[in-house]
């Protein structure tokens, strides 16, 4: 069953078209890459699915539109949105900036239970708790990020470029964390990443973006398998 579905999706900033009539599904519990280079349209459409931009075509959620078209819309129906540059609040510690992640959650007992599962999956975020977010490494505000999107119980993740400017190692135990979040967690992850070959390894879906437009998608066996595609679209 699609959790997700997009339909002829577009989308402009002033009088530049950006997206030109995207159509993909995100089926519930996968893990699904949406890959392509810098300018691609990725960060793009994710802002177009949580209603940041304003859009034409369909974004379907768990069947059904989202009504009222907004970030805060999308969060109430469980649309967890981690931006590329992480959106850290520098000056609040880590454990504020978890805090401030459920803020759609009203129950205090699931809330600290969240926190709990969240520095379970993060101990560093643990043992910095009282630090302040702008002083972490790169690798930790990531980390701070994608624990302050779990905070709200997303059934949906949003990840933009989660290996952006990080080192090699610290990028693999990133994505090892997101298949058990996924696994653990049954949550659904939609990633975008220009580490084409890492984002297939963790994804069972692709799709390719090109200047606003699919070029190819397939399972991500079937990507890698295909000499053509990984040299004109991939990188590798």
Known sequence: MALLELDGLRARY??????????????QGAIVALLGANGAGKTTTFRAITGAIATSGAVRFDGRPIKGNSPEAAAHLGI????????????????????????????????????????????RLAERSNQAAGTLSGGEQ???????????EP???????????LAPLIV??????????????????????????LALEAAGQAYVLETGRIAVSGSSADLNRDDSVRRSYLGY
């Open 14 to 27: 002033g009088e530049t078209d950006v997206l030109h009539g995207l159509t993909l599904s995100v089926e």
């Open 80 to 123: 967890a949105h981690v931006p590329e540059g992480r959106g850290t609040l520098s000056t609040l510690t880590v454990r504020e900036n978890l805090t401030l992640g459920a803020y759609t959650q009203k129950d205090s007992k699931r809330t600290r239970a969240a926190y709990e599962r969240v520095v379970g999956y993060f101990p």
């Open 142 to 152: 990531q980390m701070l990020a994608i624990g302050r999107g779990l905070m709200m």
């Open 155 to 165: 059934r949906l993740m949003l990840l933009d470029e989660p290996s952006l400017g």
């Open 172 to 197: 693999r135990e990133i994505f090892a964390l997101l298949e058990r979040i996924n696994r653990d967690d049954g949550v659904t992850i939609l990633v975008a990443e220009q580490n084409a070959k």
